[in-house]
């Protein structure tokens, strides 16, 4: 029996690798610095902004892009057009609350990246019980240590958990830790086949498949 769901943020719960990609460019501009490749933010996706920008734009001056990516970031956000959760998705945590499991967020990204997201009028409040980032763990993904806290804190067992994530290493981390893991390929980002040594308990296309995936899960 899944007792608890530990949603990845990114591309699971909220679409936004296109978006990162225009902010990440925002940025360089500022800098005066030459376009990103799309394939080598797709590639580089899901692992942490400020250990991949040297991947992604080589030679950059990674203190200046910090700087400047915070200004940016608030823009989008002041916007209301970055991360964007679709009312089908905040339907389908409230029906896996009502299943009575725990519900928590456990990203890469960090706590200022989430500074909207955590504001107590945020409607995922009061759903998700605890968020995990970067400022907050002692491990990151693909360390299946990562998910040392909230089992321990919660007096979970493994094999109660399930984390739900888009990148190989997100995959890596919970199987790692001998958890369930279900794979979303909703962004087109990844594939089956990408996952295929890894061992997935089950592929969900769009959000909502949650739950007949948490369903199957539930039967062993």
Same mark, same amino acid.
């Given at each position: 029996?899944?007792?608890?769901? !530990?949603?990845?943020?990114?591309? +699971?719960?909220?679409?936004?690798?296109?978006?990162? /990609?225009?902010?990440?460019?925002?940025?360089?501009?500022?800098? $005066?610095?030459?376009?990103?490749?799309?394939?080598?933010?797709?590639?580089?996706?899901?692992?942490?902004?400020?250990?991949?920008?040297?991947?992604?734009?080589?030679?950059?001056?990674?203190?200046?892009?910090?700087?400047?990516?915070?200004?940016?970031?608030?823009?989008?956000?002041?916007?209301?057009?970055?991360?964007?959760?679709?009312?089908?998705?905040?339907?389908?945590?409230?029906?896996?609350?009502?299943?009575?499991?725990?519900?928590?967020?456990? +990203? $890469?990204?960090?706590?200022?990246?989430?500074?909207?997201?955590?504001?107590?009028?945020?409607?995922?409040?009061?759903? *998700?019980?605890?968020?995990?980032?970067?400022?907050?763990?002692?491990?990151?993904?693909?360390?299946?240590? +990562?998910?040392?806290? *909230? *089992?321990?804190?919660?007096?979970?067992?493994?094999?109660?958990?399930? /984390?739900? $994530?888009?990148?190989?290493?997100?995959?890596?981390?919970?199987?790692?830790?001998?958890?369930?893991?279900?794979? +979303?390929?909703?962004?087109?980002?990844?594939?089956?086949?990408?996952?295929?040594?890894? $061992?997935?308990?089950?592929? !969900?296309?769009?959000?909502?498949?949650?739950?007949?995936?948490?369903?199957?899960?539930?039967?062993?």
């Amino acid at each position: 029996m899944i007792k608890a769901v !530990i949603l990845d943020f990114d591309d +699971t719960l909220t679409l936004t690798e296109e978006a990162c /990609y225009r902010l990440g460019n925002d940025v360089l501009k500022q800098m $005066g610095r030459p376009k990103m490749d799309r394939k080598v933010h797709m590639e580089t996706w899901g692992q942490q902004i400020f250990e991949v920008m040297g991947v992604r734009s080589p030679g950059i001056d990674l203190e200046e892009f910090k700087k400047i990516y915070s200004k940016v970031l608030d823009e989008y956000i002041n916007s209301g057009n970055f991360d964007q959760i679709p009312e089908t998705n905040f339907e389908t945590l409230r029906q896996i609350e009502k299943q009575g499991k725990h519900l928590a967020i456990l +990203t $890469g990204r960090s706590k200022a990246e989430l500074r909207h997201i955590l504001v107590e009028e945020h409607l995922l409040n009061g759903l *998700i019980k605890e968020f995990y980032h970067q400022d907050n763990l002692c491990y990151q993904k693909p360390d299946p240590r +990562t998910f040392d806290d *909230i *089992i321990n804190k919660n007096n979970l067992k493994p094999a109660e958990c399930v /984390y739900v $994530g888009d990148s190989l290493n997100d995959a890596k981390a919970a199987l790692g830790a001998k958890m369930n893991f279900i794979a +979303t390929l909703e962004s087109g980002l990844r594939k089956k086949e990408d996952f295929t040594k890894l $061992g997935v308990d089950y592929f !969900i296309y769009k959000f909502p498949d949650l739950l007949k995936a948490i369903k199957c899960l539930d039967k062993y």
